[in-house]
């Protein structure tokens, strides 16, 4: 009985050991994946094209904004839509700094740092704008979907070259 029990914990210590290197390259792939579509997203909103951001939303896509309201996909296509009009992306980064995967789904902190040019009654300007988002893929027959993304933290925001105000 003993010799049983023992060779049982053996082979579960065992599973749990080689679990590990499995769920860690799991996390590589995913990552690999999702920079990769981070990539496509950034190329898109570079050429003032919104719609490939629009095509990795799932369709029940929600967005929590620092005020605590939730949007849904509809709101967030328009708003995006409108600010593809206003502002032409000079620079653009997505940098995942944190991955966690649970299953199907992943949830991302992402760095987003970008460099855009509008122009008001006062001439042209440029926004800088850093800023972390909590996101959450979900793997789906057609890849890897955004479900959620969450507003999180600011990093900056300038406007000619100087801070703006947050509110």
Known sequence: MRRHVSALLT????????????????????????????????????????????????????????SGSVQDRAWVSNYVRNNAKTFKVKRL???????????????AVVEQKSSRTFSDEQGQHRLDVGALQRETWTRTPGGWRLKSAQEWKVLYVLRDGKPMAQS
């Open 93 to 107: 980064s997505m940098r995942i700094k944190d991955l966690k995967v649970e299953g199907d789904d992943a949830e």
């Open 11 to 66: 082979f579960l210590c065992a599973l749990g050991f080689l679990a590990s290197p499995t769920r860690a390259d799991g996390e590589k792939g995913v990552r690999k994946e999702l920079e990769a579509n981070y990539a496509r997203i950034v190329k898109g909103f570079k050429n003032n094209d919104p719609s490939v951001w629009e095509g990795f939303l799932t369709p029940g896509f929600t967005l929590k904004l620092f």
